[in-house]
């Protein structure tokens, strides 16, 4: 992994969740001699031994000698302790020593993070208390990104990118310490990997394991695992809890005022805000800032820091004047979901509000799609978030719901990930393991067999499977790319159709977060006047690549009248950060394909030839994604349940005269308003030519489903002349046989 310098945003990022509040003082190292730091061999400087007296604070130092002790004699740890108590940045620095110490003879340290933000975030952290550069002796890796070299000892990583190591390497034999954090999120990847190292560790028996998870899950780990160590860690303090006399009708807006509440009772102390979803944090966001300017100045300053735990981006910095900041009190307000809370990295935190509800997807894998439904948190999230103050001796947390709620509608525990995602992308994963000789996958939590039978399914009418269910050439292939199954398909298919540089676009875009802003009040229909500038009459898809070659097009152009791209997207309500995570994205696409040798066509977007093409290269992969205008009114009836969505507002064809009526659509979910977005129009002619037909005759019956019928018995004529036409050219060439017989067949 090649090593890449930091960008601005993992700066900004490290900058707004440092722990201090400036005016640090430097602790000079009395003596002649300097002590030397083993991992590089320099002096320790003076920071070092200030975050020392720090990190020897912490809840977990004082278990440092039993857990070296574990780690000695046995192949597997558990350490299950509260949350904010050092685990995350302490035990990987004490697992780098025990590398240190057999000479890194077994391999390097690993440590998985549910969230790219906490394992850039741990990384930067652990850097600087070990005293060592970030790169160089700690480095990170994560989606699209890496800042490691050959000589990095400890690495943080996302679970789902040490999952996608162990394709090229099964063992894992670089690593001879493995470190699986927030085991307790139950992500599919974490379980999968939980599952797969049972196997490797019974091929390298000087490899070590270490679970790090909250207290609620260690007593299934150890019946997982069978008998092993346990050191458990708790908090220094029990916050004081607030409940709420009664269940509020509105738990955001009352968020929101007991926020402001706090702020204007001048006690000092950051604040934390558990939301429902992130379109709340996102709201919140807006609020906070436009109120901003309606507070008393005397009581500080007021700064919001939304913390996405599934955005792809890291957090924007805030524009403010620094000289400014620095006269006056600022007080920090961190908003983020249930999930959210190993984002969470600030000390001074003295406040912690929860509204007791969220809002998640739950698949259906009948319907093939997302669920998003509202419901209470669990009882072991609701404890996570008390102990966020663990580190506070005078903290509070207002619970926005009565005491008894707590014991009568929330839940022990979630359930795990595995039994309400989509696995298509996990079962390719496990279906290329099985080359490798780990297709057994003993999970702690049993997948639902509908589920794991639906992601057969897709992957047979994907072309992924052979006839005996395993991996084909192309879902060998498919698998290679980080994107979903659907999305690989797709570019699959664009080699065929010359289409690939516009289609790898498409992928970085979708695979982005959105690249439209919300707008602030009163500017809607500049922004809409602005966006119409790369509207495509084609569809979403198109729409998406104009915006993408304009920005590059603003990112080279130095004679342009715009001095940077971020003012070029602030004047066209875009997310600069967006745009460049896709030009990130596809760099990397850009960099498999020449990797495994695939070809790359020359650039013909514009000519209808090759808008066809994309559309052929979408429906490659996407032919589930479709759906039918039943009314003329932006109606549209998914073509393979009874479920009826309109247009999302971002969507080109959005308040358009023209909606065109059989479309595919990139996302779907069940909520609230159901839309679908990233939407492009389609001819029933074109997707009868590209669907399978075994997918189409297994579609139920519809007033859809019968005009497609119909396509095909327009077409069958046609159809029977071109196969009368090649049989007579086969007889032909059958009256002069040639030397060998040669066939290709591409399943």
Known sequence: MEFLSLSPEIHCFSELLDCSDGDEEEILVCGEDFELNPFDGLPYSSRYYKLLKEREELPVWKEKQTFLEHLLHHQIAIVSGDAKTGKSSQIPQWCAEYCLSVRYQHGVVVCTQVHKQTAVRLALRVADEMDVNVGHEVGYFIPFES????????????????????????????????????????????????????????????????????????????????????????????????????????????????????????????????????????????????????????????????????????????????????????????????????????????????????????????????????????????????????????????????????YKEMKPHLPAKIQESNLTSMVLFLKRMDIAGFGHCDFISRPAPESLMQALEDLDYLAALDNDGNLSEFGIIMSEFPLDPQLSKSILASCEFECVEEMLTVAAMVTAPHCFLHTPPGTEEIALTCWRKFSHPAGDHFTLINIFNAFKEASTNSTSQYYSTEKWCRDYFLSSSALRMAEIIRAELVEIMKRIELPISEPGFGSKENILNIKKSLLSGYFMHIARDVDGSGNYLMLTHRQVAQLHPFSSYYNSRRIPEWVLFHKFSISEDNTIQVVSEISPDLFMELVPQYYFSNLPPSESKDILQEVINHLAPASAMKEEQKTNDDKENEQSPTPTEQRCIIQ
């Open 147 to 406: 800042c490691c070299t050959a000589e990095t000892i400890l690495r943080y990583c996302t679970d789902d990118m040490l999952q996608r190591e162990m394709m090229s390497m099964p063992l894992l034999n670089y690593y001879g310490v493995i470190i699986l954090d927030d085991v307790h999120e139950r992500t599919v990847a974490t379980d999968a990997l939980l599952a797969l190292l049972k196997d490797v560790l019974l091929s390298r028996p000087e490899l070590r394991l270490v679970i790090l998870t909250a207290p609620h899950m260690s007593s299934k780990l150890q019946q997982y695992y069978g008998s092993i160590p346990l050191i458990r860690v708790e908090s220094k303090y029990q916050a004081e809890v607030v409940y709420s006399c009664s269940i509020q009708k509105d738990p955001f807006l009352s968020a929101l005022r007991l926020l402001f509440e706090i702020h204007h009772s001048k006690e000092k102390g950051d604040i934390v805000v558990f939301l429902a979803c992130e379109q709340e944090i996102e709201k919140a966001h807006q609020m906070i800032r436009q109120e901003q300017s309606n507070l008393n100045p005397d009581l500080g300053e007021l700064i919001a820091v939304p913390l996405y735990p599934t955005k792809q981006e890291l957090i924007p910095k805030p524009h403010q004047d620094k000289q400014k900041s620095c006269k006056r009190y600022r007080r920090k307000v961190l908003l983020t979901t249930s999930f959210g809370e190993s984002l969470i990295w600030i000390k001074n935190v003295t406040f912690v509000i929860d509204v007791g509800v969220e809002r998640r997807k739950v698949y259906n894998p009948r319907i093939r799609t997302d669920s998003v439904i509202t419901q209470p948190i669990s009882k072991s999230q609701a404890e996570m978030h008390k102990q966020i103050l663990g580190m506070s001796s005078s903290g509070k947390v207002f619970c926005l719901y009565p005491e008894e709620f707590t």
